[in-house]
């Protein structure tokens, strides 16, 4: 009964001693040793002040030493419960990492016309993009511009100039167009495929003079196509074939392919050719931006395009662009040819462009420019709205007080130069000219 009585007192006991134990061992191992600071509690979220030790203010250590009472730093730092010489930092080498993005510089470059010659006169204006810090944190690019007029070399400088990206914002002379293709924006700076300007090779922009748009006849014709190497004869004005012998034809197409009869798809390879022919006249191949002007030589009344069945371009869909230039000189265009051969059926041809029956002008005035069709009956002779769509009634708003646009005249004897068996009427505009 003794034992019993005393043995809970004695568990008691042995409890109470092990609690203070751990509890002097929990103390001991939290406590911070000699010579450490004691944590801040800062209301928000505590941290050891010794994570703060601010290291040797050497370089852009000196500068953050100088914004650590700086304003704004210091709200910051107190809003993140973080001592001010470390946002300080941080703002330094942010505007570190910007500044390193501004590098020095220069591009040059040249302006040509569409025969490559130097061309005076041209203004042109960059823009370039120079890195700097707002309120010490944001960084924010801003553009700087200068404007440059070339001389009689065609050349152009910018120089002078800080930051990281130039782009050339336009590029203008009275009476010309500038190329689309060549690249107008240029990387600088420790991108590893910067630019590199070379006032050796300056990059070169060329610009087409414009002649005055003109009423031109749009052509829209196409179809299959023999492959056998039979003539497919064109009247490029009335935008149809020419099925009878004695009737105007501007150029003949002729298609021609090697494939077995039996073959269908393009596997095997197979040679085959393709042939434009002007009678009296000729075509050039060209891949000029701008066709505005027909040339004045150079012309082939006959072009091939022979493909090799092992060609490494071989390709059974092509589209080719023209100057044509027919009837004794006097009619030229700009034709986009696209033609496809087909192993097992017939091949397909489409032609679009434009003629001028009456000079080398090939700019366009889509206001006045008409579609071309056989001649039209007296009472179909009105004001016509953009084809395909209905004849525009004789009382249609605003035509009655609209110009006359300017058609161009073929000059005298051309019906005399053609076997046509129906002459053809000027015309007609394809939508009310504005």
């Known amino acids: 009964m003794k034992s019993k009585t005393h043995m809970p007192r004695y568990r008691l006991l042995l409890l109470v001693i092990l609690i203070g134990l751990a509890t002097w061992l929990f103390r001991e191992h939290n406590q911070p040793e000699r010579g450490q600071k004691l944590t801040v509690n800062t209301g928000v979220q505590q941290r050891s002040n010794a994570e703060f030790r601010p290291a040797e203010r050497t370089g852009a250590h000196s500068q953050s030493g100088e914004l650590e009472n700086h304003p704004e730093v210091v709200f910051v730092a107190n809003r993140l419960a973080v001592e001010p010489s470390v946002i300080a930092d941080r703002a330094t080498k942010t505007k570190a990492i910007m500044e390193n993005k501004n590098v020095e510089i220069r591009f040059y470059g040249q302006v040509v016309d569409q025969d490559d010659k130097p061309l005076s006169g041209v203004t042109v204006r960059a823009g370039v993009r120079e890195w700097a810090v707002k309120n010490l944190f944001e960084p924010v690019g801003r553009s700087h511009y200068q404007t440059k007029i070339t001389g009689l070399d065609g050349i152009f400088t910018f120089d002078s100039l800080r930051g990281d990206v130039l782009d050339i914002e336009s590029i203008h002379k009275e009476g010309y167009v ?18 590199m300007p070379n006032p050796l090779d300056p990059v070169i922009y060329r610009m087409w003079k414009t002649n005055g748009a003109v009423r031109l006849y749009q052509v829209q014709v196409g179809g299959s196509i023999p492959q056998d190497g039979t003539p497919v004869p064109l009247d490029l004005r009335r935008c149809k074939r020419v099925t009878e012998l004695g009737l105007d034809t501007d150029l003949r197409i002729i298609l021609q392919h090697g494939a077995p009869p039996e073959q269908r798809g393009f596997q095997p390879r197979f040679p085959w050719r393709f042939t434009i022919e002007v009678p009296d006249g000729g075509v050039i191949e060209t891949q000029d931006e701008f066709m505005y002007l027909a040339p004045e030589a150079g012309y082939q009344s006959k072009w091939t395009m022979d493909t090799a069945k092992d060609a490494p371009d071989w390709k059974a869909r092509r589209e080719l662009e023209f100057y044509l230039r027919n009837r004794d000189g006097q009619q030229c265009g700009r034709l986009k040819v696209m033609f496809e051969v087909e192993p097992g059926g017939t091949g397909y041809f489409a032609i679009n462009g434009f003629l001028n029956p009456a000079g080398r002008v090939l700019e366009m005035d889509d206001t006045v420019t008409s579609l071309a069709r056989p001649p039209m009956s ?31 005249q073929p000059p005298p004897g051309f019906q005399a130069l053609t076997n046509r068996l129906n002459p053809l009427l000027p015309p007609a505009p394809s939508r009310p000219p504005k």
């Open 178 to 195: 500038v190329t689309t293709k060549q690249k107008k924006g240029f990387s600088y700076g420790p991108l590893p495929h910067h630019f």
């Open 378 to 408: 007296p009472a179909a002779q009105g004001v016509m709205s953009p084809t395909p769509g209905p004849f525009l009634p004789p009382g249609f708003p605003g035509q009655a007080n609209r110009p006359a646009p300017f058609i161009p």
